[in-house]
């Protein structure tokens, strides 16, 4: 063929060349178009609306060995780093839980962040090099939540303790993780304001937001999710979210505050939060009413909420709990006998007086035995310390009366208020067929049961037992595994017969969403691990 003839087939091959090359370009896009459509990748596109424990892989942690070296990074940041074995033993446990870590899960450091910007820092750097995480904040908690089931660090945020505003005028304030509630009302006092949440002394904001924590004065304030407005908080990757602005009332967007409020630091590490606080009130007054049977003291927590009385507080002891003050001191001349602890708060004396006056009728038509209220604010201080030093005077009567090493495992559920009494009188009869005693100790008000069992050392995995049918009788009744201590991993199992399986699910999908290496309080709340074989 001659050089021309290439020449004018040249063209024509190069085109077919080209168009063969983009026709199999196209086809090969739209085919993997079609791939992506029919088959896409898990990870980018999920079948599932949850995500079951089966489909995971286990999680892959750093190596122990190489935490050291990743740690250091953090500390050249400043940022303080500690492992001294006294500052290890104080973030494992307290005296009053039976879930503490083995050997093999005892953490390795403790860091303490002074801001926003450093637990961004440290989570940043921990995440890159998958390091669990167990944050920590007043260290009361009893169901497990600081309970290191990795061998990893913690993160306590408890030296970020300032009240940054007081906004008097709109009922708010700022605050850092580690204020503890009780230093902040002795801050708004002056403000003639209080934070109505009151739990554990040493309880500290982050940790009541982790818990939703409540404790006595629920019944007329709520629990924490009643009471805060927003939170600022650290994602595993170290991103910081603010979760809305102050407005008591706002439709923007997702409630990311409450998904915070009850993930015990699974989700992110609560910095900072806007909190609702209330006018102290006026006038109070503490009511002391005593009757024959339990029966008749919830009948009445019953009757005095439908009656529209709104009390600060209204706590349930049992009679074997007044043995206990009795014995230590803290009551005077009062029956072993069921009583509830009831106090009053209004604008003016006016209207205590009347509420005290429906009280009295109401406690009357149940059979109350004896009806005391204080005169004046010394009265009142004096009748509801009783109910302040319930627990130390339980542990007092314990180590003197049953064995010096008696230990007290301490439960909570929550029922409807109308299933108060036949949910005690069950829990009584699985006690009394035990060989174990219990004391019942309630926030009547809004149905939380805290059940304190005596047992001593070797004897825990009965009294786990007992737990577990207690629980049982609190989910039949319309209940909650645990009212206002939490989760942790002491009670997981409970939170799926609860909740059911596609629920926790449900979470897990959340949890993986935002924390993908699973650094984060590790194993609490729902398992995260295939290959975690508690029963817990």
Same mark, same amino acid.
């Given at each position: 063929m001659s050089w021309r003839n290439i020449l004018k087939s040249t063209p024509v091959r190069l085109s077919l060349s080209v168009g063969a090359i983009a026709s199999t370009a196209f086809i090969g896009y739209k085919c993997g178009q079609t791939s992506v459509i029919n088959n896409p990748p898990q990870n980018l596109f999920p079948h599932s609306s949850t995500t079951k424990?089966? !489909?995971? !892989?286990?999680?892959?942690?750093?190596?122990?060995?190489?935490?050291? %070296?990743?740690?250091?990074?953090?500390?050249?940041?400043?940022? @303080? =780093?500690?492992? *001294? @074995?006294?500052?290890?033993?104080?973030? *494992?446990?307290?005296?009053f839980t039976t879930h503490k870590p083995l050997p093999h899960e005892i953490p390795q450091f403790i860091i303490y962040p002074e801001s926003t910007e450093q637990v961004s820092q440290t989570l940043k750097i921990l995440n890159e090099h998958k390091v669990p995480v167990v944050p920590f904040s007043g260290g009361t908690s009893l169901e497990g939540h600081f309970h290191s089931t990795r061998r990893g660090v913690v993160v306590d945020t408890s030296r970020m303790n300032k009240v940054l505003q007081i906004n008097d005028n709109d009922l708010d304030v700022v605050v850092q993780a580690g204020v503890n509630w009780q230093a902040l009302n002795e801050v708004l006092k002056p403000y003639g304001l209080m934070f109505g949440t009151d739990c554990a002394p040493n309880g500290l904001i982050s940790g009541m937001i982790g818990t939703n924590a409540s404790g006595i004065n629920a019944s007329r304030y709520g629990a924490m999710s009643a009471n805060v407005i927003s939170i600022t908080a650290v994602l595993a990757d170290g991103t910081i979210v603010k979760t809305k602005k102050r407005p008591r009332k706002s439709s923007a967007g997702y409630n990311l505050t409450n998904l915070f409020i009850g993930s015990e630091g699974t989700l992110?590490?609560?910095?900072? /939060?806007?909190?609702?606080?209330?006018?102290?009130? @006026?006038?109070?007054?503490?009511? =002391?009413? +005593? #009757?024959? $049977?339990?029966?008749?003291? *919830?009948?009445?927590? /019953? +009757?005095? #909420? %439908?009656?529209?009385? +709104?009390? *600060? /507080?209204?706590?349930? $002891?049992? @009679?074997?709990?007044?043995?206990? $003050?009795?014995? !230590?001191?803290?009551?005077?001349?009062?029956?072993? !006998?069921?009583?509830?602890?009831?106090?009053?708060? /209004? =604008?003016n004396r006016t209207v205590v007086d009347e509420n005290v006056k429906i009280l009295k009728s109401i406690v009357q038509t149940n059979k109350a035995s004896s009806f005391v209220f204080a005169k004046n604010d010394q009265e009142a201080e004096e009748l509801f310390s009783a109910r302040k030093n319930a627990f130390y005077a339980m542990i007092n009567w314990g180590k003197n009366e049953l064995d010096p090493d008696i230990m007290i495992h301490v439960t909570d559920i929550a029922v409807p208020i109308s299933k108060l009494t036949q949910t005690i009188d069950s829990i009584n009869k699985i006690v009394q067929d035990s060989p174990f005693r219990s004391i019942v100790l309630s926030h009547a008000g809004d149905g939380n049961l805290h059940y304190d069992i005596f047992f001593k050392p070797g004897e825990v995995e009965n009294v786990k037992k007992i737990v577990e049918e207690m629980v049982e009788v609190g989910l039949n009744n319309d209940g909650t595994c645990t009212g206002e201590h939490g989760v942790g991993n002491a009670k997981r199992r409970f939170l799926t017969m609860e909740l059911g399986d596609d629920t926790i699910d449900l979470m897990r999908k959340i949890k993986l969403a935002i924390d993908p290496n699973r650094i984060l309080n590790p194993d609490k709340i729902f398992k995260i691990d295939p290959e975690d074989t508690s029963d817990l």
């Open positions: 424990l089966s !489909s995971l !892989s286990p999680p892959n942690y750093c190596p122990e060995s190489e935490i050291p %070296r990743v740690v250091s990074l953090i500390e050249q940041l400043g940022i @303080k =780093v500690v492992n *001294t @074995k006294p500052e290890i033993d104080h973030h *494992t446990g307290n005296d992110g590490i609560v910095t900072e /939060a806007t909190c609702k606080v209330h006018p102290i009130p @006026k006038v109070s007054t503490v009511v =002391v009413v +005593q #009757f024959p $049977l339990i029966l008749d003291a *919830t009948n009445s927590v /019953a +009757q005095v #909420f %439908r009656s529209g009385l +709104q009390p *600060t /507080a209204i706590e349930l $002891l049992d @009679k074997d709990m007044m043995e206990c $003050l009795n014995y !230590s001191g803290y009551t005077d001349g009062l029956d072993e !006998s069921p009583t509830l602890f009831i106090n009053i708060g /209004a =604008v």
